[in-house]
Structures are given as C-alpha cells and as structure tokens.
C-alpha cells in the first residue's frame, strides 16, 4: 500500500507536465472576458476618474526620519563645589538611588571650619561687647542718680545748682547715646549670626547632600573627564546614565517652537503608533555640540517601554508632528483639487456635465484637502492628470 501511494505521489507530477505541455497557448482579450464587455467604449483605464466629497479629519502634518536609542539623562551635582572622586565605572549596571559621584569632602571641612570660628568670634565679640554696654550703662544711671541727690540739697538759683544740673543733662545723654550704640550693635548681630549660620548648613547640607545619585536602573554610558581637586560648576553634566526600559527617538531637527506648538508627537514604528515627548536641548550646557554638529537633531522620550526588546536599538522610525487639525469636516482628494495662482477649483459632475467650481479650502494634508465652500458633501468631482 505504501508503495502505491509513493508512485502515486511519483506520477502525479508527472502527468500534470505532461498535459501542460499538450494545452494550446492561447491570447487573451482581458476586455471580452469581462462581464458586460460589450458595452465598453473605451479601455478602462482611460475612462474618467472620479472621487467624492465626505466628511472626515484633515491632519496637517510633518514627517522626521529618526533612529531609536537608549533614554539617556545627564546628571549633574545639586551644587557647585570641588570634585572628589567617581565611584562608578563606564559600562557599570546601576541601580536607583545608587551613589556615582561625590565632592570633595576635605576642601568642604576647610570651609566648614573657617566658617564656624568666625561664628563663634562674632558670638564671644557680641557677648563681651554687650556686657560693656550694660555696665556702661550701668554706671552712667548710677551717676545720674547722685546728681539727682545731690541737686535736691542745692538751692536754686545758684551756681551750684546750675552746674549740677548740667552734669545731669550730659550723663542722661550719654545713657541715651549708649543705648542707642547697643541697639545698633544688636541688629548687626541679629543680622551676621543668622547669616553664618545658614552658610554653615548649606555646606554641611552639600558635603552630606552634593552627590550624584543613579535616578533609575541603568548603564553608566559617560563620565566626565574631572579630577580630584577640579571646581566644577552645577549646571555641567558629570554622568550619563542610560534606562535601558525606556526608548527615544532622534531624528531630523526640529525646531523648538515647532515642537511647542504641536498639538500631538508620535513615533511611527513598523506599523505602531507611540505617544512621545520633545526632549528641549538646552542650549546653554549644549552650546559646543550645537556648534560642531553638522546634521542637527531633536529628541523625543516615547512614554511606551521596552520598545527596544521588540524593535531593538538603531530601527528606523518615523516622527510625526501634526502641527494642526479640522476635524468632521467636509474634504476631498488631492487629486481632484487644481490650483490657478490664489484660487482653488474642482471638476464636478453636474448631471453628467462637467462644471468647472471655485472652492475655498482649508488644512491640507498628504491626501486631502478641507473644503470650506464650494462644494457639499456626496459631490462628484473629477481626478485630473
């Protein structure tokens, strides 16, 4: 039984071959074998083409051509200071919350030092000063007091009494004019103290606090070329770090504004549509890379994650910006729409009769254009070559 199966699977082909082989070949006429093919005048393919007036969305839109990539972020210290060490490597998997950079602590606790000494200076100063005036004072009241006494056994008018009386009026000045220097003194105090004393948390807040810390999970992809010792200014990345779960798209530049005023970002990839984000560049930490890059890019952060397990790093895609939108509203295709100069006109079927109409458009897109008057919708219109 197998073995007549097989030479039927065998002989099977080989009678195919052979009556192919006896079958006339034949000329086709595409146009008789069409049903009706009696009633056509003319070859089909020159018979007029038409396309109707319907409502729908007009998007207008622009296209960017771009690569996917890593989400990178550049990491820089919360404040400015001196450069201690990196205690990370390039390459290295890192974990959130993970120390990478950290200051210079000795040159910090020099500063921390300085800083503490004149505080306490200006509180030993402010102590000792503050007695002085107090007894100052003191004394002053105490004289002022006997002149009193000594006042009220002289008889007026008298020389004595006079000159009493004015020893009175010079001490109570200068009881006056002693206060008012304590005052002064005071507030100065109440100024400086306060002021120290915050310069001295914000540096223990740094030297506990002005270090770079991993943000997510990820792969250390850039470090700094800084060494112990260097200042470094707060605004200047240190690290990049990349998230492996999160994708972005570069592509062609795209100017800010641009961006700014798009009413949706999406990335178009094999097919599927992904919401994204315009990455500003800043200009300032960037200004070299502006400069030197000849093919200016932009960068977007897709909101979609793991893109890069299904796609992979480097797949092309396409960035779409849709900078305006009419929605249900009435349009038509391109192909029927014909430009003389600043006016727009259509084609349209009017009974069987083509009547030549001037239309006002609106947005326009790769397929359609809005019809704001002219025409109404379920028109006929006329595809012109």
Known sequence: MRFKRFLGCFLLPVILLVGCNQIEEKQIDIYAELEGAEDISEPILTVQQ??????GDVLE?????????????????????????????????????????????????????????QLQNLEDNYTYQMALFQNQIAT???ELEECYALIDTLSYPSKAFSNACTRAGLLDGDIQRTELKMRQYQEDYDF?????????????????????????????VQLSDMLKG??????????????????CAVSDYLPMQTAEKALQIEVF???????????????????????????????????????????????????????NMAEDVLMVSNLGVIRDGSQ????????????????????RDDIHTEVVSGLKEGDVVYIED
């Not at 200071?81 to 602590?105: C, R």
């Not at 260097?230 to 200047?236: C, E, I, L, P, S």
């Not at 549509?273 to 890019?297: G, V």
């Open 230 to 247: 260097d200042r470094f200014d707060k605004n200047k990345p240190c690290i990049v770090i990349a998230d492996t779960q999160k994708c």
């Open 61 to 117: 839109r622009e296209l960017y051509s771009g690569i996917l990539t890593p989400y990178v972020e550049e990491l820089c210290f919360p404040a400015e200071g001196v450069f201690g060490s990196f205690n990370v490597t390039l390459g290295q998997e890192v974990k959130a919350g993970e120390v990478l950079a950290v200051t210079d602590i000795e040159s910090a606790q020099v500063r921390l030092d300085t800083l503490e000494e």
């Open 269 to 323: 990839v094999d097919g599927q549509t992904y919401a994204a984000i315009y990455q500003t560049l800043d200009s300032e930490i960037y200004s070299d890379l502006i400069q030197k890059s000849e093919n200016p890019y932009s960068t977007y952060l897709i909101e979609e994650l793991d893109l890069a397990e299904i796609y992979g790093y480097g797949h092309s895609v396409l960035v779409v910006v849709t900078k």
């Open 50 to 55: 038409t396309t109707s007036v319907i409502r």
């Open 140 to 142: 002053l009241k105490l």
């Open 344 to 363: 727009y006109y259509c084609y349209v079927d009017r009974a069987g009769k083509k009547e030549k109409v001037f239309i006002t458009i609106g947005l």
């Open 192 to 220: 400086e103290k306060p002021y120290l004393e915050t310069q001295i948390k914000e540096l223990k807040k740094e030297m506990k606090n002005n270090i770079i810390k991993a943000p997510f999970d990820g792969v250390v």
